[in-house]
Nanobody, 116 residues
Framework: QVQLVESGGGLVQAGGSLRLSCVVS????????MGWYRQAPGKQRELVAT???????NYADSVKGRFTISRDNAKNTMYLQMNSLKPEDTGVYYC??????????WGQGTQVTVSS
């Protein structure tokens, strides 16, 4: 049974930074390409960034240059470093497998709120 646990969210002023973490259990984490997703109030969940097992990354245009996705396969953990945060980055952030694959059970997510 896969379990995804996101943490690290909070309230931050525009221009600030946060680092999110995602701990994965119940799957062989190191071989799975992963992604960070977010859902803003009243909107569909969207893909923010992806990372392969080998560390190749891709970003949504809206976060390119500001966010950095990384992973530590030894710790079964993925990270999202978010800098220069904007109010439009507000939402609940989730981790899951890369969208090319069937999603695992979603975790509870972590709330990020950016005030202007």
């Amino acid at each position: 049974q896969v379990q995804l646990v996101e943490s690290g969210g909070g309230l931050v002023q525009a221009g600030g930074s946060l680092r999110l973490s995602c701990v994965v259990s119940g799957k062989i984490f190191s071989i799975n390409p992963m992604g960070w997703y977010r859902q803003a109030p009243g909107k569909q969940r969207e893909l923010v960034a992806t990372i392969t097992g080998g560390g190749s990354t891709n970003y949504a245009d809206s976060v390119k240059g500001r966010f950095t996705i990384s992973r530590d396969n030894a710790k079964n953990t993925m990270y999202l470093q978010m800098n220069s945060l904007k109010p439009e980055d507000t939402g609940v952030y989730y981790c899951n497998v890369h969208p090319a694959f069937s999603a695992w059970s979603w975790g509870q997510g972590t709330q990020v709120t950016v005030s202007s």
